[in-house]
């Protein structure tokens, strides 16, 4: 996960001054500065992976977060956001056409999963507008069937 990917580059930053410093700086306390660097670290991975000529699924936790109600940018109303911290977390979901919100379902003893690309309170997106709003044990060949369909639908042609 991506948000691992955070925690091993934190650490490598926080080792590195350890030495640098020759053990006067706490290797388990974090500054401000380290995590900027982290931030910065994680916009060059995304960018990297992004980069690779494959389609590329970056997985990360949640965590809860507070932002402005959008109907009237008054009230404070709690999201599920990516766990990353916020430059590199807006970075990422600038850079990808499809979020995803997973999640799973219990009912009458069976559990099931469901990925939403639309639902209120999480940034889940579809930038295409081709996937349904939620899909039931979503996988990644059923995901990219629906951008198979747009692609005979619009003549194969690429925008």
């Not at 660097?37 to 690779?52: D, E, N």
């Not at 008054?74 to 766990?83: A, G, L, Q, T």
């Not at 099931?112 to 039931?136: H, I, Q």
Request: net charge negative; with cysteine.
């Amino acid at each position: 996960t991506l948000t691992k990917g955070a925690e091993l580059a934190l650490v490598e930053i926080l080792g590195a001054k350890a030495i640098r410093t020759k053990g006067q700086k706490d290797p388990y306390k974090a500054e401000q500065d380290d995590y900027g660097r982290t931030g910065r670290i994680l916009k060059t991975w995304i960018t990297m992976f992004l980069a690779l000529d494959m389609n590329v699924v970056f997985s990360l936790h949640e965590r809860e977060d507070e932002a402005p109600d959008e109907e009237d940018g008054e009230n404070i109303v709690r999201w599920m956001v990516p766990d990353l911290q916020g430059s590199a977390r807006n970075f990422l979901c600038g850079q990808v056409n499809i979020i995803g919100y997973a999640y799973r379902v219990s009912k009458d003893g069976k559990i099931s999963f469901r990925m939403a690309f639309d639902r209120p309170g999480t940034v889940a997106a579809d930038r295409y507008n081709v996937l349904p709003r939620v899909m039931p044990n979503p996988s990644y060949s059923k995901i990219m069937e629906y951008y198979t369909k747009e692609d005979e639908f619009d003549g194969g042609s690429e925008d």
